[in-house]
T-cell receptor, first 108, second 115 residues
Framework: RKEVEQDPGPFNVPEGATVAFNCTYS??????FFWYRQDCRKEPKLLMS???SGNEDGRFTAQLNRASQYISLLIRDSKLSDSATYLC?????????FGPGTRLSVLP | SAVISQKPSRDICQRGTSLTIQCQVD?????MFWYRQQPGQSLTLIAT?????????ESGFVIDKFPISRPNLTFSTLTVSNMSPEDSSIYLC????????????FGSGTRLTVV
């Protein structure tokens, strides 16, 4: 089993749709969790950290369920500019483990 | 967050040659990380570079193939040695804060093609 797994995608959604990505991790000792966004031919950029209490940043909501070892990202009112690959990242001490990513295409 | 300057941004190299990638950070950082992202894949950690000590390599990566230098707290290099087409990939350096809960920042990457 891979350390970090994500929905395989791709997700093709119309503008304005709500889309949710799921991520599971295998190491229960994981300490920090993040969602990164990677545009085509660009480096990954931090989208948001994920906290146990859940957190929201504008149209983006992240949730963490430690008992189920599960992380989610919800994007509301999706925009064309949201098209990218979304990477789930789990931190074990000083090591960051990246999920394979889920590609999102928002269509006009 | 830190600003990272990585170069070259891309290169096309002959098999059997070596390429050195440089990463310059605008602030002092304890650890720098080197990642590889193969086409269509996610990121894989190659090694962690600490100033004043040898780099720590992940399983599947060895110092002879990917020697790393870390002469000070703002700079690191990764060399891809004796290249083969299988080394064609994007190589990224990364830095982060030591405090848990903070994400890491990436350089813009080096797109390497070996022919």
């Amino acid at each position: 089993r891979k350390e970090v797994e994500q929905d395989p995608g791709p997700f093709n959604v119309p503008e304005g749709a709500t889309v949710a990505f799921n991520c599971t991790y295998s190491n229960s000792a994981s300490q920090s969790f993040f969602w990164y966004r990677q545009d085509c031919r660009k480096e990954p950029k931090l989208l948001m950290s994920v906290y146990s209490s859940g957190n929201e940043d504008g149209r983006f909501t992240a949730q963490l369920n430690r008992a189920s070892q599960y992380i989610s990202l919800l994007i509301r009112d999706s925009k064309l500019s949201d098209s990218a690959t979304y990477l789930c990242v789990v931190n074990y001490g000083q090591n960051f483990v990246f999920g394979p990513g889920t590609r999102l295409s928002v269509l006009p | 967050s830190a600003v990272i300057s990585q170069k070259p941004s891309r290169d096309i190299c002959q098999r059997g040659t070596s390429l050195t990638i440089q990463c310059q950070v605008d602030s002092q950082v304890t650890m720098m990380f080197w990642y590889r992202q193969q086409p269509g894949q996610s990121l894989t950690l190659i090694a962690t570079a600490n100033q004043g000590s040898e780099a720590t390599y992940e399983s599947g990566f060895v110092i002879d193939k990917f020697p790393i230098s870390r002469p000070n707290l703002t700079f690191s290099t990764l060399t891809v040695s004796n290249m083969s087409p299988e080394d064609s990939s994007i190589y990224l350096c990364s830095v982060g804060r030591d405090t848990l809960g903070y994400g890491y920042t990436f350089g813009s990457g080096t797109r390497l093609t070996v022919v």
